[in-house]
């Protein structure tokens, strides 16, 4: 079976330190994987994905399939980022995603 | 259309009272996804809609917990016999074919 670990579950950091969120996943599948943020009062909205490859908002994350991990990083972190991050493994013919419990960013001015 | 939508968005309830809630997808969104998430966890799967057929179901949707998707277009999800557990956010969510799946707000459920 599928699993997403997020092994913490806040991060504190002052404005403009660099920030690494952690994901480690257990599938025995091809992995697609995707980092979903929700902002204080807001809905849960997708941040990355690792087939894009982009950056958003600053942010990159990179598969790593030896590790089974999927950190999310940032190097100078902004208030603004402060908000709840979650990890998500999509599986299965029917795409359904199973998250990690999620890590709360405060960052501080 | 400004994302997918759950009505109502808060519901209070007493033990043994049945309660549904609904969802608005994205239009033309054929697939729809709903999830549920308890305090200090991240959202868990309940079932899949490609549709209106109902594909997939969690082992977490006992026999109280129906959902459906007339016509392929808004979901409801209906809750029998409601339990204090059954205390939840209930999420909805809408894909189209790649695989990025847009949440709704959420309906807060609290059983008493």
């Known amino acids: 079976a599928q699993r997403v670990t997020q092994p913490e579950k806040l991060l504190s950091v002052f404005k403009g330190a660099p920030v690494e969120l952690k994901c480690n996943y257990s599938?025995?599948?091809?992995?697609?994987l995707f980092w979903y943020v929700q902002y204080s009062r807001q809905r849960l909205q997708l941040l990355l994905r690792?087939?894009s490859r982009e950056s958003i908002k600053g942010f990159t994350a990179d598969l790593n399939k030896g590790e089974t991990s999927f950190h999310l990083k940032k190097p100078f972190a902004q208030e603004e980022d402060s908000a709840m991050y979650y990890c998500a493994l999509l599986s299965g013919a029917n795409s359904k995603l199973t998250f990690g419990k999620g890590i709360t960013l405060s960052v501080r001015p | 259309d400004t994302g997918v939508s759950q009505d109502p968005r808060h519901k209070i309830t007493k033990r043994g009272q049945n309660v549904t809630f609904r969802c608005d997808p994205i239009s033309e969104h054929n697939r729809l996804y709903w999830y549920r998430q308890t305090l200090g966890q991240g959202p868990e799967f309940l079932t899949y809609f490609q549709n209106e057929a109902q594909l997939e179901k969690s082992r977490l949707l006992s026999d109280r917990f129906s959902a459906e998707r007339p016509k392929g277009s808004f979901s409801t999800l209906e809750i029998q016999r409601t339990e204090q557990g059954d205390s939840a956010m209930y999420l909805c969510?809408?894909?189209?074919?790649?695989?990025?799946?847009?949440f709704g707000p959420g309906t807060r459920l609290t059983v008493l």
């Open positions: 599938y025995s599948g091809s992995p697609e």
């Open positions: 969510a809408s894909s189209p074919l790649t695989n990025e799946q847009f």
């Open positions: 690792h087939i």
